[in-house]
């Protein structure tokens, strides 16, 4: 994964404005940009490749921007364009509707029709949102179907919004941590993860081929099972009824992964659990305390699967790494005096 940034910061006032302008229009496309703050003007560009696909994380001095007929016809890149709200106020208009984001939307918009946008913050302060661009060519829902969803606001702290604002704020996180390999798997999740978000607006899972429901619908069983790995009672038929689908297609999503339901939250649970047993920080809590909580019900089947994956019981392997990390900032202090 190819990350660029870009910062106002370091750089004299009087080039901000410019710099900020010049970064901005090459790295997603050309538009107008006007700004009341040019002497004083504040902003930065993080910028994350994942070659067919683009996330980017902006803020920005307040402004307005417009995209043209004249601009489209010099340059169509042919991109569509989800914007997430993160700070100040968003507002975008196009196809005749206008939206104004809030810290719970997002809006979609197409750069092949002329769009105008702006935003708002307060004195002194700067405006922030994660643009997430995909090249119409991969989208697998044709554009007239999605006109009804243009300038359009959309929920992100629920279904599929919430589950694709996730998944790009985890693709920001962790972008370090990529290789190329895993940025072409991830470029297609975000595809259908943004496709079944349209699809679930348009109140149509027809305007979606099969191949994509399914892997949006498989994230989204993901999804739920680590947000309550904490529930003993989590089951198959729970998982299912809460999606709406059957136990028997849940079994088969996860055939197709070559796991059970049941191997993927058991694993889910154990990769909790060793995180937090070898974590300093939590190193008063107690080795049942810390199973529990991540749904295990008793401490002696916890301990025997523990240890069937990570080659040795849950206390032992607290008590090695929890001690790796105490003795490794003593080797860097010893290794810094004998420099000096």
């Not at 661009?133 to 829902?141: D, E, N, S």
């Given at each position: 994964m190819i990350e660029n940034t870009f910062s106002t910061e370091d750089l004299p006032k009087e080039d901000r404005w410019a710099s900020w302008y010049e970064s901005g229009t090459r790295s997603h496309l050309p538009t107008l940009i006007r700004t009341d703050h040019q002497d004083d003007f504040r902003g930065s560009i993080r910028l994350l490749d994942?070659?067919?696909?683009?996330?980017?994380?902006?803020?920005y001095s307040p402004l307005q921007v417009r995209r043209t007929p004249k601009l489209i016809r010099q340059s169509d890149p042919d991109i569509l364009y989800f914007v997430f709200h993160r700070r100040g106020g968003i507002g975008v208009a196009q196809a005749g509707r206008e939206a104004v984001l809030t810290s719970q939307t997002?809006?979609?918009y197409d750069t092949s029709q002329p769009f105008t946008a702006w935003a708002t913050a307060e004195h002194g302060s700067v405006a922030g949102c994660v643009i997430l661009?995909?090249?119409?060519?991969?989208?697998?829902?044709r554009t007239e179907t999605l006109d009804p969803l243009l300038a359009a606001s959309l929920p992100s702290r629920e279904g599929f919004g919430a589950l694709l604002a996730g998944h790009l704020d985890q693709l920001v996180t962790n972008a370090a941590g990529y290789t190329p390999a895993d940025a072409v798997r991830l470029a297609a999740i975000t595809v259908d993860l943004s496709a079944a978000l349209c699809s679930h607006e348009l109140e149509s899972n027809d305007t979606l081929p099969p191949e994509t429901h399914r892997r949006a619908i498989q994230a989204q069983v993901h999804a739920f099972i680590r947000e309550h790995l904490g529930d003993p009672d989590l089951s198959p038929d729970t998982i299912a009824?809460?999606?709406?689908?059957?136990?028997?297609?849940?079994?088969?999503?996860?055939?197709d992964q070559g796991l059970t339901?049941?191997?993927w939250i058991r694993r889910s649970?154990?990769?909790?659990?060793?995180?937090?047993l070898a974590d300093p920080a939590q190193r008063s809590r107690s080795v049942l305390a810390i199973a529990v909580q991540w749904g295990f019900k008793d401490g002696a089947n916890f301990s025997r699967v523990f240890r069937s994956a990570y080659g040795m019981p849950p206390g032992e392997y607290r008590n090695h790494h929890q001690s790796d990390a105490v003795r490794e900032p003593t080797r860097t202090v010893q290794a810094t005096t004998r420099t000096s």
């Open positions: 994942l070659g067919s696909v683009q996330v980017s994380t902006l803020t997002l809006v979609f661009q995909v090249p119409r060519k991969l989208f697998p829902i009824a809460a999606h709406q689908i059957s136990t028997r297609y849940l079994y088969k999503l996860f055939q339901v049941a191997d649970r154990l990769e909790r659990c060793r995180r937090d």
